[in-house]
T-cell receptor, first 113, second 116 residues
Framework: QKEVEQDPGPLSVPEGAIVSLNCTYS??????FMWYRQYSRKGPELLMY????GNKEDGRFTAQVDKSSKYISLFIRDSQPSDSATYLC?????????????FGTGTRLTIIP | GAVVSQHPSRVICKSGTSVKIECRSL??????MFWYRQFPKKSLMLMAT?????????EQGVEKDKFLINHASLTLSTLTVTSAHPEDSSFYIC????????????FGPGTRLLVL
C-alpha cells in the first residue's frame, strides 16, 4: 500500500462547478499537509499549506484535513478554465527543513468552458 | 510566495556530455534544497536532498556519481548530469525550503533535458 493515495483522474467538470480533490494516507505521523498545482511543463506551485486537522480557506480554495480518517481534501469553488492543471497533495511529519515530502500521484483536472 | 529559479529551462545535449542545472532561491536563504525528476504524466520522484556546506543525501537507486549535487551557498544548488544518455532525458525540478515563510518547499519552474 502506498503511503499516500490520490485518484489520478482525469477529472473533467464544467466551468463554475465545485471541484473536490482528495487524498488518503496511511502514516499517522503526518501533521503538515500541502496542495500544489502544476501546469503542464512547469514546476509545482504551492496552493495551500495546513497543519493538523481543520479547514483553511484562501479565495476560491478550501483545504480540509481530517486526521482521524487520514483524509485530506481540496475544494475549488466557481472553477475556471485556468484551474485546469494537475493537483498534487503532499504531506510530512514535521516542518524541519530537511524532511522529505511524500506526494500523491496527482489528479489531472480539466475545467470545460 | 517564495521565488525559486532554475537555469536553464531547457537543454538539448549529445550523449556522453555533462549538463549542469542551477537552482537558486531568489528571495530567501535555503539551507536545504531538493532535486526531483518527473516523467510525463507521473508524479515527482525525489532524487536527493542537498544541504548547504555538506554532502547531498541520495535516494535509493539514484547514482551519486551520475547525478552530482553541489550546494555551495544558501541560495544556490547545482545538479550535474554526468555523461548523459538518452535515458536521462526528463524534467528535473528543484525545490527549496523556506524556514521563515510557510515552512514548506517552494519549487522551481523545472528544466527539461533532452539527450540525443
Amino acid at each position: 500500500q502506498k503511503e499516500v493515495e490520490q485518484d489520478p483522474g482525469p477529472l473533467s467538470v464544467p466551468e463554475g462547478a465545485i471541484v473536490s480533490l482528495n487524498c488518503t494516507y496511511s502514516n499517522s505521523a503526518f501533521q503538515y499537509f500541502m496542495w500544489y498545482r502544476q501546469y503542464s511543463r512547469k514546476g509545482p506551485e504551492l496552493l495551500m499549506y495546513t497543519y493538523s486537522s481543520g479547514n483553511k480557506e484562501d479565495g476560491r480554495f478550501t483545504a480540509q484535513v481530517d486526521k482521524s480518517s487520514k483524509y485530506i481534501s481540496l475544494f475549488i469553488r466557481d472553477s475556471q478554465p485556468s484551474d485546469s492543471a494537475t493537483y498534487l497533495c503532499a504531506m510530512s511529519a514535521s516542518n524541519f527543513g530537511n524532511e522529505k515530502l511524500t506526494f500523491g500521484t496527482g489528479t489531472r483536472l480539466t475545467i470545460i468552458p | 510566495g517564495a521565488v525559486v529559479s532554475q537555469h536553464p529551462s531547457r537543454v538539448i545535449c549529445k550523449s556522453g556530455t555533462s549538463v549542469k542545472i542551477e537552482c537558486r532561491s531568489l528571495d530567501f536563504q535555503a539551507t536545504t534544497m531538493f532535486w526531483y525528476r518527473q516523467f510525463p504524466k507521473k508524479s515527482l520522484m525525489l532524487m536527493a536532498t542537498s544541504n548547504e556546506g555538506s554532502k547531498a543525501t541520495y535516494e535509493q537507486g539514484v547514482e551519486k556519481d551520475k547525478f552530482l549535487i553541489n550546494h555551495a551557498s544558501l541560495t544556490l544548488s547545482t545538479l550535474t548530469v554526468t555523461s548523459a544518455h538518452p535515458e536521462d532525458s526528463s524534467f528535473y525540478i528543484c525545490s527549496a525550503w523556506d524556514r521563515g515563510r510557510g515552512r514548506t518547499q517552494y519549487f522551481g519552474p523545472g528544466t527539461r533535458l533532452l539527450v540525443l
